[in-house]
């Protein structure tokens, strides 16, 4: 037991480790120093406090995201949809900051409610169809996903249309944002968000493991038949935890327009969140404290890149296949557990 504990640690760190290893490589058969580009990366994270508080003002919403994709996975689900219940979550919460009135708090919170509701109840559809009509939930939250986008477009020009191309701004009322943060972070769009996320996290790791709820769902995720044998309502808890996954999308989708943005903009192709979600709950071995480091990693590998571009005129791109290289060999698990076996029985001949 305390071996695979080690194991879902070390597994992500020494991924880590290897694809660094491996995109220092890329980077010399490309023709530029890894050294002076990872350090521009890591300047581009922490060389002030600007660029700190941006880079939390990225991983916010990849933290949700993550927590989306891990508690699916944990309960046996492939939610590939959390990128449109991303898009409902901005959607819902662009309409009440923009057009209810409220007092300054409560509007906020009640932005973030109905987005969870929202978010979840569309994320829920797929659940239903999974649990009733037993319709992989890949499917169905892949279309989701390109209604959600255009049917978004659709609802903005339409109804919250303000101007260029964007609907209309939030009130004050509804803001996320924290002067006091943004003054701590020299300017930067750090908001509550992040203090959310964290919450959330917790809250995350406490319904699955120390509830009976989440027992149930870890016991149908992990074997349905034997579940239902031991009189758990497998179609109840497929359908709570495709709810649960897309809240939690929906609450990442409402800070990103509370917090940053504003307001929601029509946009063209999806965000991308959502998918890098996936890779973040990957990282994180879909644990939810798991799920910050990951998104601490890639987003902040992803800002840091920009830096690394602008300063020493290295591709963007090489930093996008170091964290390839980091998923692949967290999914090829098996590769890195055969590694530390090595190691491990070296050391026990060793000390022989």
Known sequence: MQTSRWNAILVPVLAVILGLIVGGLLMLLMGYNPIVGFGSVFQGIFGNMYFIGETLRAVTPLIFAGLAVAFAFRTGLFNIGVEGQFIVGQLAAAWVGAFWTLPTGLHAAVAILVAMIAAGLYAGIAGWLKARL???????????????????????RTYLIGASERSKDILPSASLQAQWLSDLFEGARINWGLLLALAFSLI??????????????????FNPHASEYAGMNVSKNIFRAML??????????????????????????????????????????????????????????????????????????????????????????????WFLGKLRRRQGVSQK
């Open 134 to 156: 037993g319709v992989h939930e890949v499917i169905t939250t892949i279309m989701l996903n390109y209604i959600a986008l255009f049917g978004a477009n659709w609802t903005i």
């Open 204 to 221: 995350c790791y406490w319904l699955l493991m120390k509830t009976t709820t989440g027992y149930e769902l870890r016991a149908v995720g």
């Open 244 to 337: 649960i996954s897309g809240v939690l999308a929906g609450i990442g989708g409402a800070t990103d327009v509370l917090g940053v943005n504003g307001n929601m903009a029509i946009s063209a192709g999806f965000t991308g969140i959502g998918f890098d979600g996936i890779a973040v709950a990957l990282i994180g071995n879909n644990n939810p404290f798991g799920v910050i480091f990951g998104a601490l990693l890639f987003g902040g590998l992803s800002f840091g890149a920009d830096n690394m571009q602008r300063v020493e005129g290295i591709p963007t791109e090489s930093i996008q296949i170091v964290i390839s290289i980091v998923i692949y060999f967290v999914a090829a698990a098996t590769i890195v557990n």
